[in-house]
């Protein structure tokens, strides 16, 4: 099992910057997939950046550029790091993470969601 604790969410203005926290329960060195969703009034769950333990990251169209998602091994954290945020960030983040069990296969884990409102 993995618990996931977001943190660090709230009111940014338009261009301004916040970072949001992801605290795991487990060392985040031997979970394979970290990344970020959001969701927003009215629409489907979207990924926004995925880390990998390979170093490797990913990011939807709408945010590169402006978001970058990092890990802190030595505090099982990772973070994302949201400058220039538009109106249309508006949502719930979400922390996810998929972790290979040996002999048990995929588990998919998501933290509770921190509410993140771009507003002027």
């Known amino acids: 099992q993995v618990q996931l604790v977001e943190s660090g969410g709230g009111l940014v203005q338009p261009g301004g910057s916040l970072r949001l926290s992801c605290a795991a329960s487990?060392?985040?060195?031997?979970?394979?997939?970290m990344g970020w969703y959001r969701q927003a009034p009215g629409k489907q769950r979207e990924v926004v950046a995925i880390s990998t333990t390979g170093d490797s990251t990913t990011y939807a169209d709408s945010v590169r550029g402006r978001f970058t998602i990092s890990r802190d091994n030595a505090k099982n954290t990772v973070y994302l790091q949201m400058n220039s945020p538009k109106l249309e960030d508006t949502a719930v983040y979400y922390c996810?993470?998929?972790?290979?069990?040996?002999?048990?296969?995929?588990?998919?884990?998501w933290g509770q969601g921190t509410q993140v409102t771009v507003s002027s």
């Open positions: 487990v060392s985040i060195s031997s979970i394979n997939v």
């Open positions: 996810n993470a998929k972790k290979l069990h040996l002999g048990k296969g995929w588990g998919d884990y």
